[in-house]
Each structure stands twice: as C-alpha cells, then as structure tokens.
C-alpha cells in the first residue's frame, strides 16, 4: 500500500469525519426554538392597569406561607426603597415585588410587578446540575428544593434576575422563587393567588396561545395607548408570562437587550458536538493509528521486528 | 375553593357603580345612593354617591357603556350601538362575571361580537371604572378613599392590629 493513498484515506475520514459532527450541531441550532408547551398556561399583565397597591405581593405571602412583611403591605414607602441602587426585586422571602417607575412625559406614574416569567426554554433549569428544576406542561417552571445543593448557578443564569436564595439557613441551603402557585393551585387549572387577588385584572391568566392572541388584539385596538411590543413573546425564545405596556419597556427597568432565542441555543451547538466527540473520536483515532502503523514498527515492537529483520 | 375565591376577590369591596338595577338614569329615575358592597370581604362595601356622579359626568354611558340611552362615548361600542337604542341591562355583574377569570371563560374573538370579548371580571369592571376615571381627572385613587380595610384585610395586608412589630429595613441581596 503506498504513502500516497493512505494520506488520501486520511483527509478523505477527516472530511467525512468533520460533516458528521457539523450536521447534528446544524441542526441542533434549527430546532432550538421549543415554542412552549401547546398547552401551558401563561399570564398577559397589562402594565397600564396597575395602580400600585400591592395586593398581588399580599396574596402571595399568603399563599406561599411567606414570613411576616418588614413592613405591611399597604405600606407604599417600599417604592422608594433602593437596595445597593437597585429598585426591589423577589427575595426568599417575597416572591413578587411591585416597583414604581416616571416614565419621561408620562403624568401617571408606571407599577411593574416582578416574578418569574416562566420561560419556555427557562435559563435556570439548564444551568442546574442537579436537575432540580422542571417545565412543567401547565407552564410553571418549578424547582424540587430537596435536590439543591445551594450552588446558586441559577441565580447567574437567569436573564430575569428572579430566582431568590435562602441565605438564613445553613443547614438546608435552597433556592426560592415564583412557581406560578403550582402545588395549590395551577395543577387544578386555577389562576395564581395573586392573579387572582388583583383588583384591576392588571393580570389575565389563561392558556399562553390565546392570550398572545388577546395581547395583540388589545395593542391593535387601542394603538394609541399601547407601545407596539409584547415584552416576552419572543424575549429569550418566549416567556409564560408576557408584558404590555404604555411605556417604552426600557422606561419600567425592562431589559430590552436580551436575546429573541432562548439563551441555551449560545451553547447548543457546541453541546451537541460533546458526545460526538467522546464517542466517535477514539474510535476513529484508533483506528487512523492502527492504519499508519500497519505493516510498521515501532517502540519496543521496532526493536523486536529490527532484530527478527536482522536474523533473517 | 369559595372561600378563597371570596377572600381574593375581596379585598376590593368593589368600588363603585352600578348595581343600579334595572333603573335607567334617562329617566332621572336613579338611585340617589347605591351601595356596592357584593365583593365586600377584605374591603367594606363602597357607598357610592351616585346622584354626585351622575351631575359630574359626561352622561350616563361614561359608566354603564351604552346601555342607558344617552350618547355612546366609547368609539368601539358606537360601531354598532348608535346611542339611542336602550339596553335592558344596567347592572355591571349582569355582565360581569364575579368569579376570577379562568382559561374557561376567558374570551376569544367570535365572529360579530369582535368587541365583546376581552370582558373583565366584576371587580375589575368596577376598579377600572372609578380609577381610571379618578386618574385623569385627579380624584381619589387610593384604596382606602373609597372603601375602608375589614379585619380580615388588615390581617392579609399584615396591616393596622396585624402590622408587623419592628418595621426593620429588609435587606435586599
């Protein structure tokens, strides 16, 4: 066998070899887009709606079984309240939290409630070695604490800034957040505690297909009102919970630079060449090695054949 | 399940309007006082001065949409309903339903009724009504200028008796 076809068997697997691991990484990015569950509930808040009365984060301490409030729920000095510069966002111990916002040339001043918005493909259960959260197909995306190990991947992953960390117990570190009432409530196909609760209907609960729907028709029929946008329809490949508003959502502490795909597809290519790559490659390479060293000595064989070579 | 439905739905005592039944204001043959008080839980009911209302507002469609006999002022109702035509229904929770919105009877467009649909519950009907109102022209928006916290709201609201005891500054992250 020459030199010169062997190298041709060569490039000629490398190439081969190459479009193997390229197309399933191709496809991978294509499918990236998991529109949700057809099914899965999801919530339409219309921020023009809201008057700031806290309610919703009342409702919630309620049905969560939360800690007593530092401060009572009608008590709207909170709004003032900065934390290290930053407006309020969900604690362990409150898992929404309603902020005040002075859109430019707006008179009336804009309330935005903060959760977690449920995401379709959610950031957190990605980042979570342990697997301890779950999409589920009622659309909550909830977490099994007694899984956590407290590593707070999570909190770094999630574009929304939600999921909250129990740092009070030592013993049982955890992580806490918004799962859409699902134990008392969303499992039954009942609205969350503070959907529930608004007095304003500020939010409208109901399967995540038709209120898109109802989303876009209430931005049409009042194109005057509403911004053109539907904050979360497509932020981050969709969210359960989406957003209309008045207001430039950039001017209600919206992050408008995220990404219309869900964040896992930055990495899903890459991900999806890892078990090529541990599978297909020592076979292969083994194979390269046995081919260039047939018929060939080396090492310590070399010595044995040169000698046998010698005899002869 | 009624129970919670009730506490929740609550808190709201409703604000005002129009559980003026069957009582057309063209007429002039409208309550002077109604009292709004079927949501009535975590709020006490709202005595509502209807007969102030009625003298500073617009005409009665401001509040009860078309059905009253004065001019439509809502420009989608005025597609199909011309203002002169009455309705026979004046009360909100004729059409407004007190129970939460649930996947079953949130609304999606029929063929005709294009407007119809998007309804909001009782006590947002009654909510959006006054405060959107009270906002543009400066009146009372606050919950309690309306309506005053029951026992139970002050304990879901950990308010009043049930505030907390040390109101310590809760650090954030």
């Not at chain 2, 119809?116 to 200028?145: F, M, R, V, W």
Request: proline share 6%; net charge negative; charged share 20%.
């Amino acid at each position: 066998m020459s030199k010169i076809s062997r190298r041709k068997f060569l490039a000629g697997s490398m190439a081969g070899g190459a479009a193997v691991m390229m197309s399933p990484a191709k496809k991978a990015l294509a499918s990236g887009a998991f529109a949700g569950f057809p099914d899965g509930m999801g919530v339409l808040v219309d921020l023009t709606r809201c008057v700031g009365c806290r309610t919703c984060e009342a409702a919630c301490n309620q049905e969560q079984k939360l800690p007593e409030p530092a401060l009572p729920f009608d008590d709207y000095s909170v709004f003032d309240e900065l934390h290290y510069g930053q407006k309020r966002r969900p604690t362990d111990k409150a898992y929404t939290v309603v902020n005040r916002y002075e859109p430019e040339g707006s008179e009336q001043p804009l309330y935005r409630k903060i959760q977690c918005n449920h995401c379709n493909e959610p950031t957190c259960l990605t980042s979570c070695f342990v697997n301890a959260y779950t999409k589920t197909p009622e659309g909550a995306v909830i977490y099994n604490s007694k899984v956590c190990v407290g590593c707070r991947n999570c909190m770094i992953a999630c574009p929304f800034h939600i999921p909250a960390y129990s740092y009070d117990s030592v013993m049982n570190p955890v992580i806490k957040k918004c799962i859409f009432c699902y134990d008392t409530r969303l499992k039954e196909g009942r609205p969350p505690a503070c959907v529930e609760s608004c007095p304003q209907q500020v939010m409208t609960f109901g399967k995540r297909n038709q209120l898109l729907k109802l989303a876009h028709e209430r931005i049409s029929k009042n194109p005057d009102k509403y911004v053109d946008q539907i904050y979360g329809e497509k932020e981050v490949g969709g969210t359960g919970w989406f957003y209309i508003s008045n207001a430039p959502f950039e001017e209600a502490g919206f992050d408008q630079d995220l990404p219309k795909e869900p964040i896992i597809n930055n990495v899903k290519g890459f991900l999806a060449i890892v078990p090529m790559v541990l599978t297909i490659w020592p076979a292969l390479f083994t194979g390269f090695h046995l081919l260039s060293t047939k018929g060939k000595s080396h090492g310590h064989g070399d010595e044995h054949n040169h000698d046998t070579q010698e005899d002869q | 399940m009624v129970t919670t439905v009730k506490e929740f739905t609550a808190g709201m005592g409703a604000v005002l309007l129009i559980l003026v039944l069957a009582v057309g204001c063209y007429a002039m043959d409208y309550p002077d006082e109604v009292e709004i008080d079927v949501l009535a839980n975590l709020y006490e009911g709202v005595v509502f001065d209807h007969a102030m209302h009625v003298d500073a507002t617009g005409g009665c469609a401001d509040c009860h949409h078309h059905t009253t006999g004065t001019q439509v002022s809502d420009k989608y109702c005025a597609k199909c309903h011309d203002g002169t035509q009455e309705m026979d229904i004046v009360s909100c929770q004729e059409c407004h339903s007190a129970e939460p919105l649930s996947p079953d009877n949130l609304h999606i467009p029929r063929p005709g009724y294009y407007y119809h649909d998007d309804k909001p519950n009782l006590k947002a009907a009654y909510h959006l009504s006054c405060t959107g109102c009270h906002q543009e022209i400066d009146g009372p928006t606050g919950c309690e200028d309306c309506h005053a916290k029951t026992e139970a709201g002050e304990r879901f609201y950990h308010s009043g008796e049930f505030a907390p005891d040390e109101p310590a500054h809760e650090s954030g992250h």
